[in-house]
Structures are given as structure tokens and as C-alpha cells.
């Protein structure tokens, strides 16, 4: 029962304080994180009993960030053979998890995205961004963002009149974009983080965009990209995310530009500009402002 308690307490070292004991009989199993929207269960974990008690958990919506944990190192050869199965065990039974757990998704947002109307110009947000709708739909007050991998859809980014945002959950996002505008051969495939930026740089330049959605994804939505279009000529539009230390958004955009051999541009601030400004989006609504 320690060992439980041990775990238990790893846990709420990530996520704050949980409301329930973890079970040890080798399954996975779910729960709600706190901070998450009220009856989601994107927390997951597995603890088994036999010999050296250990487990992982982690969160789909950080998925491919599990933490590992063990009451105990191996003491002898057989106990380290016998972790070393497990960890294959563990990892079969999580790829076959989230596997399952995609496709899934992928069908309930086929569903939802089918039932949905083509977005309301007048929606709260696009009328804040100042952008078009484009290919959006809506769904009630939800504007619905398409995200696609290898050409069929698996997640939706819904976002609400008040600018908040969530992906279905336990959908796809790594490696996925939503597209805005076709690409050509020999022209310009911009990728960028957030929706409304890539909205305001097709309408300005009026080339294609790829949205990756966050900047930790920028590489990986890249390297499909380049696979897919390989005629394209990529270029990442990263954010500059100057409150934040170590600035994310320019790090995260100057890494995967290097990695895939592209160009990279950042948005140039003026120098009364406000700091929280970060991306083209915001740049474009600040000029507007000053006309």
C-alpha cells in the first residue's frame, strides 16, 4: 500500500491533488486532470503489482511526455530482464491505447465537422482577429478548425466567442495542420502556430498556410509538409513571444526552420509596440489600430 501512496503522490506532483487511489492491476486507466474542462478524463495511467512495483501516467492533451516511475531499482539481473519486458509490454499496450483512442476522435470529428455549418463571419473571434472565416464552420457558438493528417481529418480546434480554445479529446495533433488556401509548386507554404495568424498572412500574401497550432509542433507538421509538397517552398512564420522566457515561440520556430533547411520570419515590432504582442496577427491588427 506504500507503494500506491508513492505513486499517488508522483502523480500530484504534475497535475495538484487528485481525488482518487490509483489501482495496481496492470490496466490503464483514466482520469479528469485538474484545470481541464469539467468531465474530461485525458489523465492515464498504468501501475502494476507483481515484483518491483512501477508504472507510468501522464496526459493525452502532452501526449509523448509519459513519466515512468518504480518503488525500486532492479537488484539483480533477472529483475532488470524482467523491467526491461515490461517496458515493451508498456509501451505495446499504450501505442495500441492511443491508436485506438485516435481513430476514434478522428471519426467523431468527421461527424461533427460533416453536421456543421460554414462559419459565421460575425462570430465574436473573427471579428476580433479582423480575419475571414475562410473554410471554418460552426457548430452553435463554436467555430470548428479543421486539423489533418495525411489528408483526412482527425481533430477540430473549437473556439469559443470568448477566444478559448480545445481540441477534441484524445485526437491528433502532432505531425497535423490545418491548411488555409492550396499549395502551388515553386510557391510559398507558410507555416505558423495559431489559426488567426495563418488567416491574416494567406490574406495579406494570399499563399498558402499551413497552421500547426503550437510552436512544439511547427517541426513535425514540417516534415509532413515537406513529404507531402515536396515542390513547395517552406517557410516558417514563428511567433515572438517576448514576455516568456527563453521567447518559445522564436526558439521553437529558429529550430525547426534549421531542421528542415527553410526560411524564418518573425514579426518586426515597431518600438512602442506592446510587448504582449507576439504574433502577425497582432501585428496587423496594431497597424490598423494606428491608421
Known amino acids: 500500500m506504500d507503494d500506491i501512496f508513492a505513486f499517488l503522490d508522483v502523480m500530484q506532483a504534475t497535475f495538484g491533488r487528485l481525488d482518487f487511489l490509483p489501482v495496481a492491476d496492470g490496466k490503464i486507466h483514466r482520469f479528469h486532470v485538474p484545470g481541464d474542462r469539467h468531465g474530461s478524463k485525458n489523465g492515464v495511467y498504468q501501475l502494476f503489482p507483481e515484483g518491483i512495483v512501477s508504472g507510468w501516467y501522464g496526459s493525452w492533451r502532452d501526449a509523448g511526455n509519459w513519466h515512468n516511475w518504480s518503488s525500486r531499482q532492479p537488484a539483480n539481473p533477472i529483475e532488470a530482464e524482467l523491467m526491461r519486458q515490461r517496458s515493451e ?3 505495446h499496450l499504450r501505442d495500441a491505447d492511443l491508436k485506438k483512442k485516435h481513430q476514434e476522435t478522428a471519426e467523431n470529428a468527421q461527424r461533427i465537422w460533416r453536421d456543421a455549418c460554414p462559419a459565421d463571419p460575425n462570430h465574436p473571434y473573427l471579428v476580433a482577429k479582423g480575419c475571414q472565416p475562410h473554410d471554418l464552420r460552426q457548430m452553435g457558438p463554436m467555430l470548428l478548425v479543421p486539423l489533418y493528417h495525411e489528408g483526412q481529418l482527425v481533430n477540430l480546434q473549437r473556439i469559443f466567442p470568448n477566444g478559448s480554445k480545445w481540441f ?4 491528433m495533433v502532432k505531425g497535423c495542420y490545418s491548411p488555409i488556401g492550396h499549395p502551388i509548386p515553386g510557391q510559398t507554404l507558410t507555416i505558423c502556430e495559431g489559426w488567426a495568424t495563418g488567416a491574416t498572412i494567406h490574406e495579406e500574401t494570399d499563399t498558402a498556410v499551413a497552421c500547426a497550432m503550437n510552436c512544439g509542433n511547427l517541426l513535425a507538421a514540417g516534415e509532413n509538409l515537406r513529404r507531402l509538397y515536396p515542390e513547395a517552398v517552406l ?16 526558439t521553437a520556430a529558429t529550430k525547426a526552420a534549421t531542421a528542415l533547411g527553410c526560411g524564418r520570419v518573425l514579426p518586426q515590432w ?6 504582449e504582442f507576439s504574433d502577425f496577427n497582432d501585428l496587423r491588427q496594431y497597424r490598423r489600430a494606428q491608421l
Request: glycine residues 18%; without cysteine.
Open 168 to 171: 477534441l479529446e484524445g485526437g
Open 270 to 275: 515597431s518600438d512602442d509596440a506592446p510587448l
Open 235 to 250: 517557410i516558417i512564420a514563428g511567433d515572438d513571444d517576448r514576455l516568456t522566457e527563453g521567447n518559445p515561440g522564436r
Open 89 to 91: 509490454q508498456v509501451n
